[in-house]
């Protein structure tokens, strides 16, 4: 029986599955009598399975290195599960890939395979047990020889993958389906890792894989792959990761007001920075960036939430009393909020367990300026973990990043305005939000007007890289970095600009869209900060649509057309257990966005109820009412001796209802003239700074968000 067969059920048992179709075929076309059954109940079952994936998104092999070491390890911080099974996959370097349990320095294996094996999940040789506070860890060792340049993780053949997949399964009352570690969280524990893992497994010629897995996505030196011979074997699996929303979680519906911030503390919980009932407008600063509304006070409402990240329930809050327009927010390894105000234009440093006032303060309070003490509208925050140095975005009538020491001297900064004929490295429109990269020495900067990312080392200020798509369109908002992955956020169409507000997961390395991603409840507006786990979670909040999403990282599988030893097996395609609607790539409203998913549904072949049926509903009780009002007048006229003619005047006094007062027939311009907010002087002001204005569909009002400058007087209107 083959082992392929406990993947697709496994797939099947922790997705929502109603059909199954599983086709082998042997080469003398007789059919294989082995198969699957599946015990449908409408019980509650005691135990849920899952998969908890393990892998590396930043390894680099050097050209020519005989043997280089790629390590994974994340704590595991949630319920007890138990190990049953678990598979390994490479492409062509990898020689053996070993996973284990690490508790109280005890090496327990979970399991140890050479990648060029086929590719399958095998039972683990003992079940293991992995509680809380365990480390899981994991390496692969590869092989440079035979390249002629260094290879990195990626999706085509001639890059390189570190897996491990672990089945696993726990009680249904606290089960997670999927988990994933993408990073070295403890590297020292890996100087007692057991020999055995770091001996490569003999495979037989005969039964090596072939690799064949995306296709290139770029011409690529041929010379560099090692020179394989060709076989009948081919790899089966296309493995992908898409973020998706998070639909069961309910903290969507938690409208705190205008969500300016969002961050992870040392507990996984979410920090919400938020306005309370204070708004950026249009009247909010002069020419000067000096805020007008200082009469308003500050916000009388804890501005910072802590939120469950299961159950969205609110653990915890403070920040009353103390901000006028909150910006940016961080947590740095201590716990410790940094928070920007962009009244103030001052940055502050906060104990969330503390009642005691700020920390430290940097800036003069309502005071912009450009020079050491001052800053002008400050963003975002970014507190390096290993040397405590702080860094400040400053901002929106500055272009610069200030560095600070851990104590709040002022070290440097570096940065400019962009300049007309085209931004350049180490130029800035409006730096917006920042990512460390710690093991790397680097910080990135969203630089949100000119629509890329660039990233410079910590030490040396010295520009790295820069990450610009056509995608992005002309904002980047907010990006948030975990290892080997760097997420973003982008802004709101200009108008005829086609590139949609979405979600952005890219390769660090090569700086490569690996997925993109929105809403199925409500829509991105305007994303303003974004945060990601080393689980793949990813949150953003949203400062119009005042809500906060939650995503998760789910696995894409695809089954292909195969031959494997003989065997021919017939194409197959599973599903991922949540779809979500694919928009298209226009500058639309919600209420369009909602036409378009309503025409989506009729159109696309067995997606929906048929058209045929849904024009037959609704013509028939139409036809029903009329049938019904003329039989009703032809009678009367009978009772009454009415004319022909006076049945036809009253007819049309009928339908004249339905055509709008008058004879004039359906007039639109008076059917919509008596809706609120409508105007019949001409379309809606657009917006010409790009993105940050929003009419309130409400009471016609304009609200002006985040303006570097504010609005010229209007002339009043006659």
Known sequence: KSLQYIRLFFKIYISTFSYLRYICVFSDNHKDCSGVSLHLTRLPQPLIAGMYLMMSVDTVIPAGEKVVNSDISCHYKTYPMNVFAYRVHTHHLGKVVSGYRVRNGQWTMIGRQSPQLPQAFYPVEHPVDVSFGDILAARCVFTGEGRTEATHIGGTSSDEMCNLYIMYYMEAKHAVSFMTCTQNVAPDTFRTIPPEASIPIPVKSDVVMMHGHHKETENKDKTALLQQPKREEEEVLDQDF??????????????????????????????????????????????????????????????????????????????????????????????????????????????????????????????????????????????????????????????????????????????????????????????????????????????????????????????????????????????????????????????????????????????????????????????????????????IGDVHTNTVWKFTLTEKIEHRSVKKAGIEVQEIKEAEAVVEPKMENKPTSSELQKMQEKQKLIKEPGSGVPVVLITTLLVIPVVVLLAIALFIRWKKSRAFGDSEHKLETSSGRVLGRFRGKGSGGLNLGNFFASHKGYSRKGFDRLSTEGSDQEKDEDDGSESEEEYSAPLPTQAPSS
């Open 242 to 539: 898409h973020v998706e929303e998070a639909l069961d979680w309910p903290g969507v519906y938690l409208l705190p007001s205008q969500v300016s911030g969002v961050a992870l503390d040392p507990n996984n919980n979410l920090v919400i920075f938020h306005r309370g009932d204070h708004v950026w407008d249009g009247n909010s600063f002069d020419s000067k960036f000096v805020y007008q509304q200082r009469g308003l006070g500050p916000i009388e409402e804890d501005t910072i939430l802590v939120v469950d990240p299961n159950s969205a329930a609110i653990l915890q809050s403070s920040g009353k009393s103390l901000f006028y327009l909150p910006h940016g927010l961080s947590v740095d390894k201590d716990g410790n909020y940094w928070l920007t105000d962009v009244a103030l234009h001052q940055v502050f440093k906060l104990d969330p367990n503390s009642k005691e006032g700020p920390l430290l303060i940097l800036g003069r309070s309502m005071q912009p300026g450009s020079d050491q003490n001052h800053f002008c509208q400050p963003t975002d925050v970014a507190v390096d973990p290993d040397t405590g140095a702080i860094y400040v975005s400053d901002g929106y009538c500055n272009s610069r990043i200030v560095q600070f020491s851990p104590n709040g001297n002022f070290l440097t900064q570096w940065g400019e305005e962009s300049s007309r004929s085209g931004p350049k490295p180490g130029q800035f429109s409006v730096p917006h939000s920042l990512a460390l990269v710690p093991h790397l020495g680097q910080l990135c900067v969203a630089d949100r007007e000119n629509g890329r990312i660039q990233c410079f080392k910590t030490d040396t200020k010295e520009f790295v890289k820069e990450i610009k798509h056509a995608s992005f369109g002309r904002n980047v908002f907010a990006i948030s970095y975990i290892p080997g992955l760097l997420f973003a956020v982008n802004g709101k169409p200009y108008f005829g600009d086609q590139e949609p507000v979405q979600g952005f997961v890219m390769n660090f390395s090569n700086g490569e869209i690996i997925d993109v991603f929105k809403p199925v409840r409500k829509h991105f507006d305007m994303p303003h900060d974004i945060v990601a786990s080393e689980d793949g979670t990813v949150y």
